[in-house]
């Protein structure tokens, strides 16, 4: 398979492989597309929570796609398509990983044309409003640069809630948030619910109060199709528990009830013998700049059995990591318990996990479900592999490498480097570790995200080089390890620059912990030339002088991450990401941009999803599921929109 679709903008479209598909037996095949069909029903609910105008442009964009009668071939025409397609891949206005408003890149008169020489005559408008009101606010918004700014704001000068336009809170201050959820959480014990995590916290009448995402509230027209296709899918489920598993989430989406949120990922986490799994609802914080609410999102997959054997070995050794950890011994676990972890091909991705997804998946997050439970860490193999074949040979390897060796490891030990850093990172790394009673997530508050996948990083890291994992047959020596030190490195000061504009800081919590990691190993190591930035030809690379003295640093952060997650040292943590991940360096920022530029690469990727039809009998009885990636881009947006589109425009 051609893994590359089409590139615009800053972005790729890939595709990814599902291997072995067909040769699933029947009953496997309808769980994987009844769970599928579960996870796209689900996709407008993202749209709606990444910013309340989102489902009324995104209507009106797809409205002129398909019915524009004008010039079709103008450049402006053009223009116009790139922005929708952009649109598409951030689900919504705000560009997917800066969260900055995406740029237009045609004039508000063509617009206008746009909108005059389409057909709207099956357009149905919000309740309430003219069509002329109507289009001149979604023209305000598109337009106005200073309307709907930013989707998610971290910037801790300023009121966190009121500087982001995401959707998860309506006219409420930071303060009176942060005071709502203590109070909720004051006599919550040593079990509570992850509260805030599947509701819109609003203002009315002057008090607060919250509009909870179940079947009869907010977003109930999606949920009931997600029941619908998740009840479908627990006749096919390969065993009880995960029939138990699916009744506990279909009651929650009922009711709203957290309980039974943490009922289910504790059985999900329990449930260790089927071959297909899922994620579906609420789940990660990284779009509330606050750390509360849970996007929406879903994958499906099933476990790649060979793969699957390296992350068996590390489940487990999980304890021996643990002990062996270099974390002060009080913030390690005594017991490691239920750390499972597999190697999987995912079956479909969506809602915060399409177009763009994960490379491995570390869950629940509640961190007492993990400390009594364990936890179920993923790498996806299929997608690894898809990013993999389309960096062979595109020229960014030889263009910020160091050196001819470092280029040849990389080749020979990347790929497998690659996924044994998301294994460590996913399994061990978020599994590790424990705070003191009474501390929560929010104690970081706006750090929490980049605290945490710091800590996973780190762990990844600092382990990946140990002689543990050579004894365990997982590299076949240190120059595997080595091959990961010098990717860390060169991404997280150099590469990943490229995904920044010019004169803009870093937000993206992932980005701030990479960059964090690699500011702060060259700090401390400075004095020993531990690293180096290395300038030939006008061109800056990183030389890693002494690998065994990285790792130590590592080592050295790692201790005090965990101190900081395990005290909920806010004030250390908000040193540590001001100090180091946020800051760009405008000269080496500069540089890196045209030496990009000159390779003409997207730096960003997502991925088209291949496309399930169910085969029934005459008499309605399912007789096969068929599989196929022909479809486009555009045609799959379009498709989705239309056959999942399930929340109106004005969603409240």
């Not at 999900?268 to 996007?295: A, H, Q, R, T």
């Not at 961190?367 to 439970?373: A, D, N, S």
């Not at 803009?504 to 190591?525: C, F, P, T």
């Not at 030809?537 to 952060?557: E, M, P, W």
Request: charged share 25%.
């Amino acid at each position: 398979m051609n893994v590359f679709a089409e590139k615009f903008a800053d972005l790729k479209i890939l595709r990814y492989d599902v291997p072995g598909f067909e040769t699933l037996d029947l009953n496997k095949k309808l769980y994987i597309y009844y769970l599928s069909q579960a996870a796209l029903s689900g996709r407008d609910i993202l749209w709606d929570q990444n910013n309340r105008y989102n489902l009324s442009i995104r209507a009106v964009l797809e409205t002129i796609r398909q019915t524009f009668s004008g010039d079709r071939t103008s450049e402006s025409f053009k223009l116009f398509e790139v922005y929708l397609k952009r649109i598409w891949f951030s689900n919504g206005i705000h560009h997917h990983y800066s969260t900055e408003k995406l740029p237009v890149g045609f004039s508000e008169t063509y617009f206008s044309e746009l909108v005059a020489q389409s057909n709207w005559s099956k357009f149905i408008l919000p309740s309430g409003k003219s069509f002329d009101v109507f289009i001149s606010e979604i023209k305000e918004v598109i337009f106005n640069p200073d309307k709907e700014e930013k989707r998610v704001n971290l910037d801790s000068e300023k009121d966190l809630l009121q500087s982001s336009c995401n959707n998860y809170y309506q006219d409420v201050s930071q303060a009176e948030a942060e005071t709502f959820y203590a109070e909720l959480k004051a006599n919550a014990g040593t079990e509570p619910v992850s509260f805030g995590l599947n509701s819109t916290l609003v203002k009315e009448n002057g008090q607060l109060t919250e509009k909870v995402w179940k079947l009869d509230s907010k977003y109930g027209k999606a949920i009931q199709q997600i029941i619908f296709w998740l009840n479908k899918a627990i006749d096919y489920a390969e065993n009880e528990l995960q029939k138990k598993y699916i009744g506990s989430l279909v009651q929650y989406y009922t009711t709203g009830d957290l309980k039974l949120f943490d009922s289910y990922s504790i059985d999900w986490v329990k449930e260790l013998e089927g071959e297909v799994d899922f994620v579906n609802g609420f789940i990660e914080v990284y779009g509330d700049p606050m750390g509360i609410k849970g996007s929406w999102e879903s994958i499906v997959n099933y476990k790649d059995t060979e793969a699957t054997k390296r992350a068996t070995i590390l489940s487990e050794n999980a304890q021996w990591f643990e002990d062996h950890s270099p974390v002060d011994p009080e913030f390690k676990k005594t017991e490691v318990k239920g750390v499972s972890a597999k190697v999987i091909n995912v079956a479909i991705l969506a809602g915060d996990c399409y177009p763009a997804t994960p490379i491995g998946i570390n869950l629940p997050n509640a961190e007492w479900i993990r400390e009594q439970y364990g936890s179920k860490s993923v790498t996806i193999e299929n997608i690894t592999q898809a990013y993999f074949l389309d960096s062979m040979n595109n020229g960014m390897l030889e263009e910020f490498a160091s050196s001819s060796e470092e280029i040849e490891r990389a080749r020979k030990y990347g790929y497998l480097a690659g996924n044994l850093h998301t294994d460590l990172h996913e399994c061990l790394g978020h599994g590790s570790g424990k705070v003191k009673e009474g501390v929560n997530t929010e104690n970081l508050k706006n750090y929490y995200s980049t605290i945490e996948e710091t800590r996973a990083d780190l762990f990844a890291l600092y382990y990946i080089i140990d002689e543990q994992m050579i004894h365990l047959g997982l590299v076949p020596s240190e120059e595997a390890a080595k091959a990961e030190f010098d990717a860390y490195l060169r991404n997280g000061l150099i590469t990943q620059l490229t995904r920044i504009e010019p004169g803009k800081d870093i937000e993206e919590s992932h980005m701030r912990n990479r960059q964090l990691i690699a500011n702060w190993v060259y700090e401390a190591g400075k004095a020993d030339n531990v690293f180096e930035f290395v300038v030939s030809g006008g061109k800056t690379s990183v030389k890693i002088n002494d690998y065994q003295a990285l790792r130590g640093l590592f080592g050295r952060l790692l201790k005090e991450i965990q101190r900081i997650k395990s005290e909920g040292d806010l004030e250390a943590a908000r040193n540590l990401v001001e100090n180091y991940g946020v800051k760009v360096n405008r000269q080496l920022h500069e540089e890196v941009l045209a030496r990009f530029k000159k390779l003409d690469l997207a730096p960003y990727a997502g991925f088209i999803n291949p496309v399930y039809e169910l085969k029934t009998w005459p008499c309605g009885t399912p007789d096969n599921v068929l599989i196929q990636y022909d479809e486009d881009y555009t045609s799959q947006m379009l498709r989705y929109s239309k056959d999942y589109g399930f929340l109106p425009m004005a969603n409240d």
